[in-house]
C-alpha cells in the first residue's frame, strides 16, 4: 500500500485560509471516503482533527474543514492563527489496513 | 478522558527483540480496537497493525508484517506490541491510538522511541 501524496509544506499569514491536498487512488480514497486528518506539533503525538472527511471531534474548531472529491481529499484551515503551525497528516482506510500520508509542514508566517 | 501511555522502548541491538506496552484509562478499553502506528526521526507516520477489541483479529501493515505481534490483556486495559528481527530502519517513535468504529484513530499517546543500533 503506498503513502498517500500531500504537500511538503504550505504556509499562509494570520487570518488568511490554506488548502491541503492529500491524494490516493481507487484502492483508499477513492473506494471507502473514509479520511481523517490529524494534526502533530513538534515532540507529542497525533491529534484527530477531521474524521470521515468533514467531522470534526468534540472540541475542534470550526475552522477546520474538509472536503473529498474522487481520489483527493482536502483539508482547509480558515483564519489561520498562530498555534495552527504544526505537521498535519492525512490518513485513508484502505480494506483492513490503514494509510497514511507523508505529512505536510505548515508554517502560519 | 481518554488516556494512553507507551512504554518499553530503548536502544537495541539489530536482530534483538523488544515488547512495547500501552496502557489505557478514561474509556472501556475491551469495546474498542486498537492500532500501532509508528514514526521514524524527522518521517511521517506509518501505520503498523490493528487488533480488534477481543483480540481475535489483526492485521499488519507490509513493511512489518511477519516480524511482530500485536495482543491484548483486557483484564490490564494493556495493548502489546512485540517487535522481532529489529532492523535499524525499525529506529521510531511507536505509538498506540484508539480506534474509531474500525474506520479512524481517534485517541493517541505520546509515543515510545525504539532505537535499533550496535
Known amino acids: 500500500q503506498s503513502a498517500l501524496t500531500q504537500p511538503a509544506s504550505v504556509s499562509g499569514s494570520p487570518g488568511q485560509s490554506i488548502t491541503i491536498a492529500c491524494t490516493g487512488t481507487?484502492?483508499?480514497?477513492?473506494?471507502?471516503?473514509?479520511v481523517s486528518w490529524y494534526q502533530q506539533h513538534p515532540g507529542k503525538g497525533p491529534k484527530l482533527i477531521l474524521y470521515?472527511?468533514?467531522k470534526r471531534p468534540s472540541g475542534v474548531s470550526s475552522r477546520f474543514s474538509g472536503s473529498n472529491s474522487g481520489n483527493t481529499a482536502s483539508l482547509t484551515i480558515s483564519e489561520l492563527q498562530a498555534e495552527d503551525e504544526a505537521d498535519y497528516y492525512c490518513c485513508s482506510y484502505a480494506g483492513s489496513s490503514w494509510v497514511f500520508g507523508g505529512g505536510t509542514k505548515l508554517t502560519v508566517l | 478522558q481518554v488516556q494512553l501511555v507507551e512504554s518499553g522502548g530503548g536502544v537495541v541491538q539489530p536482530g534483538r527483540s523488544l515488547r512495547l506496552s500501552c496502557t489505557a484509562s478514561g474509556f472501556s478499553f475491551s469495546d474498542y480496537a486498537m492500532h500501532w502506528v509508528r514514526q521514524a526521526p524527522g518521517k511521517g507516520l506509518e501505520w503498523v497493525a490493528v487488533i480488534s477489541h477481543d483480540g481475535s483479529i489483526t492485521y499488519q501493515g507490509g513493511s512489518v508484517k511477519g516480524r511482530l505481534t500485536v495482543s491484548r490483556d483486557n483484564s490490564k486495559n494493556t495493548l502489546y506490541l512485540d517487535l522481532n528481527s529489529l532492523r535499524t530502519e525499525d529506529t521510531a517513535a511507536y505509538y498506540c491510538?484508539?480506534?474509531?468504529?474500525?474506520?479512524?484513530?481517534?485517541?493517541w499517546g505520546q509515543g515510545t522511541l525504539v532505537t535499533v543500533s550496535s
Open positions: 470521515e472527511v468533514t
Open positions: 491510538a484508539k480506534d474509531l468504529e474500525w474506520k479512524h484513530l481517534d485517541y
Open positions: 481507487r484502492s483508499d480514497i477513492g473506494t471507502y471516503y473514509l
